[in-house]
């Protein structure tokens, strides 16, 4: 097989699982650098050059160009359409030293050692080759900088009261994604991905987000529920047969009564890592 088509092979390999409805983006542009990628700002310092993959709406993405500002961040995509979003976000916030591209993460269109700082926010459990993926980040970081990701573990969710819905709904989940070429369970992996793909120093932390306030679990669980029944998730998990429209109605239903319990709370754990390239 030539390099080309493995390339292409790859990028095949993995649909992103969650789409870009609007209960997704809804989470998306929540995050914040504060909030998504807390382990990585003491790092960063005026003048770096910076590399956003994966960088959907572009809320983390300006975040970085402000603190990195009179440094350059580019931020990419494999979907063109939330790049509209992107640019949005940045020409709100008048930044002028962002930009913004269609990219594939196995192939990235950039020269050797062009960034300072590669970073990757909840974007290697959902390609097809996560440790093809670091080494192409490791590939366009510069000797001395870094490359940064931080995933979920889906695994590792916790939440009260417990309901069977929800472990209904998260065993669907793994489902769903692993059958399209992910991994749910990233954020446990990270070390050894980092490791596969050569990198020797590695720092590894994990963070949460948790919600437990009557407007986070309100806004938690609606999301979860608006997209267990009107994303592309939905659409994936009927047509490859792993659950039935009357079962995702079930589980709406489930995230909807848990997000109106009083006590309820919601743990999402993340692995991070920090690899500095030789």
Partial sequence: MTHAAERSTTRETAVYTHGHHESVLRSHTWRTAANSAAYLLGELRPGLDVLDVGCGPGTITADLAALVAPGRVTGVDSAGDVLDKARATAAERGLENVTFAVADVH?????????????????????????????????VCRPG????????????????????????????????????????????????????????DIATTAGTWTFSTPDER?????????????????????????????????????????????????????????????
């Avoid at 459990?125 to 490791?138: K, T």
């Avoid at 998260?170 to 980092?194: C, I, K, M, S, T």
């Avoid at 309100?218 to 608006?226: H, Q």
């Fill in 145 to 200: 900088g870094i490359v940064a990701a931080r995933d979920s573990d889906y695994g590792a969710f916790a939440w009260y009261p417990e309901r069977p819905a929800l472990d209904g709904w998260l065993d669907l989940y793994h489902r769903v994604a692993r059958a399209n070429g992910g991994e749910p369970d990233a954020g446990r992996r990270l070390f050894a991905w980092a490791r596969r793909a050569g990198f020797t």
């Fill in 107 to 139: 192939s990235l269109d950039f020269p050797d050692d062009s960034f300072d700082v590669v970073h990757a926010h909840q974007v290697l459990q959902h390609v097809g080759d996560p440790v093809r993926a670091l080494r192409e980040m490791r590939r």
């Fill in 218 to 278: 309100a806004w938690w669980s609606g999301l979860w529920a608006d997209r267990t029944t009107t994303s592309s998730y939905a659409a994936l998990a009927v047509d490859g047969g792993h659950a039935t429209r009357a079962e995702l109605e079930e589980i709406h239903a489930a995230w909807r009564e848990w997000g109106a319990q009083e006590d309820a709370w919601f743990m999402v754990p993340h692995g991070e890592i920090v690899c500095r390239v030789s």
